[in-house]
Structure formats: C-alpha cells, structure tokens
C-alpha cells in the first residue's frame, strides 16, 4: 500500500529525516508518536510532497516516486492518493460548511455541482454535521472545524488518510468529539497514517505503532508490543512521562 524507502529532509543544517523506512498495508491505521521536533509532522507531509523530500522514495498503492526528481505528475499522482486533515483545520473562512467540502470535489476532481452538494451532505451526515451545512467556520466550536476537515477529506475517497495531529488545538473537552469521528472511520477500514500524542487513541485503534526521535524510527509495532513491552531505552522514557501509569513488561 505505502512503502518509504529512505527519506532524507534537511530545512537548512538542521537534519529533520535521515533515511526513514516506513511500510503501510491497507486497512491498516499506523500512529506515529514522538516527542515535538522529532520529524513527524515532517514525514507525513513528505508522503503527499507538501514537503519535498531531499531523497528517497515514496510509493503508494504501486506508483513509485523517485524524490529526487519528482515530476509535476507525479506530485499530482500521489495527492490524488492522500488527504490530509490538518492540525489547525485550514477551512475556508469566507466559505460554508458545505461549501468547504464541495471544493475539493469542484476544483479538484471536476465533479458537478449538484454531485458534489450531494457526495458532500452524506459525508457531513457521516461526521455529525449534517444540521450545520449553511454555517460559517467562525460559527463552529473547533471539534466541529475539525469534523469538516475530516468531511472534506472523506469526500475525496482517498486511498489513504493523513492525519497531522488532529486534536492539539482542541480544548480539551472537544478532543472526544474528534477522536470518536476517527474511530468509527477506522472501523471502516480505510487506510490512516495518524501523528498524534493520545495515547489511549493509539493503544486503541491503531494496528500498528511508530515511535520517532531525532528525525529516525527508534522503534515499530503492535501497539500491546510497543506499550507494553517497549524494547528500547528511549521509548521507555517516552512513554513514562507521557502515560505515567503504564507498567511494562520485562
């Protein structure tokens, strides 16, 4: 489904990826943890190319991408493949609800505008905002932002989900909101790449737990493997100052 051969970022000296392997299956829904300024952030923006890569390859569902010498098309290709739900929503402020998620649709993949109306009330039914498709960004708590971000992603009907830590900009009382919307789209199956700090979110739902420090992959797996039973050091670490509570098994 997706493989990442070697990924290498630099933003100036600072070496942010330095030659991340990473392979996805279908179905699958991946977490990627780690302290702030590990490369994340960085490597999920590398997979659609709002980053560029310095080098390596990105290939999703068959379609290889050399990241040296990206084509137009290719870039292209790969976004067709991902949507991306943002850490801070990036809607359309001028724009409905509705009209937010009909533009991908629209301007994008050249559906009707009737079609896309349609295609887009279903998707907003689906995440609970079927009641707000004539109300403006500024008029929505920001879980419900968040649920349009997430309607617009699933309109597309992407190959796979990228989602950029989805509730750090929530108070703390609308994470659930948000977070129940992503269970009951994991339940469906579709593919999801998910950097995030819930961690009972990742123990959860996630098929497959990722653990990023220093711009490498320290450590990858189930999630009883990685919360239980952490191998390495830094890992360990990690997740004692961000769920204290966890025992391990040695």
Same mark, same amino acid.
């Given at each position: 489904?997706?493989?990442?051969? !070697?990924? +290498?970022?630099?933003?100036?000296?600072?070496?942010?990826?330095?030659?991340?392997?990473?392979?996805?299956?279908?179905?699958?829904?991946?977490?990627?943890?780690?302290?702030?300024?590990?490369?994340?952030? +960085?490597?999920?923006?590398?997979? !659609?190319?709002?980053?560029?890569?310095? %080098?390596?390859?990105?290939?999703? %569902?068959?379609?290889?991408?050399?990241?040296?010498?990206?084509?137009?098309?290719?870039?292209?290709?790969?976004?067709?493949? +991902?949507?991306?739900?943002?850490?801070?929503? !990036?809607?359309?402020?001028?724009?409905?609800?509705?009209?937010?998620?009909?533009?991908?649709?629209?301007?994008?993949?050249?559906?009707?505008?009737?079609?896309?109306?349609?295609?887009?009330?279903?998707?907003?039914?689906?995440?609970?905002?079927?009641?707000?498709?004539?109300?403006?960004?500024?008029?929505?708590?920001?879980?419900?932002?968040?649920?349009?971000?997430?309607?617009?992603?699933?309109?597309?009907?992407?190959?796979?989900?990228?989602?950029?830590?989805? +509730?750090?900009?929530?108070?703390?009382?609308?994470?659930?909101?948000?977070? %129940?919307?992503?269970?009951?789209?994991?339940?469906?199956?579709?593919?999801?790449?998910?950097?995030?700090?819930?961690?009972?979110?990742?123990?959860?739902?996630?098929?497959?737990?990722?653990?990023?420090?220093?711009?490498?992959?320290?450590?990858?797996?189930?999630?009883?493997?990685?919360?239980? %039973?952490?191998?390495?050091?830094?890992?360990?670490?990690?997740?004692?100052?961000?769920?204290?509570?966890?025992?391990?098994?040695?």
């Amino acid at each position: 489904m997706i493989r990442v051969r !070697n990924i +290498t970022k630099k933003f100036g000296k600072q070496e942010v990826l330095k030659g991340i392997d990473l392979s996805v299956e279908q179905g699958e829904v991946v977490v990627i943890l780690g302290p702030s300024g590990s490369g994340k952030t +960085t490597l999920l923006r590398c997979l !659609n190319f709002l980053e560029k890569p310095d %080098s390596g390859e990105v290939e999703i %569902s068959g379609y290889q991408v050399d990241c040296k010498r990206p084509g137009k098309q290719d870039i292209q290709t790969l976004r067709r493949k +991902t949507a991306m739900v943002f850490q801070h929503y !990036n809607l359309f402020k001028h724009k409905t609800v509705l009209e937010n998620v009909m533009e991908g649709l629209v301007i994008v993949q050249g559906f009707g505008k009737v079609e896309a109306r349609e295609k887009s009330v279903q998707v907003l039914e689906k995440v609970g905002l079927g009641d707000k498709l004539d109300m403006y960004p500024s008029q929505l708590s920001g879980g419900q932002q968040q649920r349009v971000g997430i309607a617009r992603a699933l309109a597309l009907e992407p190959e796979v989900i990228l989602f950029d830590e989805p +509730t750090s900009a929530l108070d703390p009382e609308l994470v659930g909101e948000v977070l %129940s919307v992503i269970r009951r789209i994991a339940a469906e199956g579709i593919t999801m790449i998910v950097v995030t700090h819930e961690m009972g979110f990742a123990r959860d739902v996630s098929s497959h737990v990722v653990f990023m420090d220093g711009g490498v992959i320290v450590e990858e797996g189930k999630p009883n493997e990685i919360f239980r %039973s952490p191998k390495e050091e830094r890992t360990r670490q990690f997740l004692s100052r961000i769920t204290p509570e966890l025992t391990y098994d040695i």
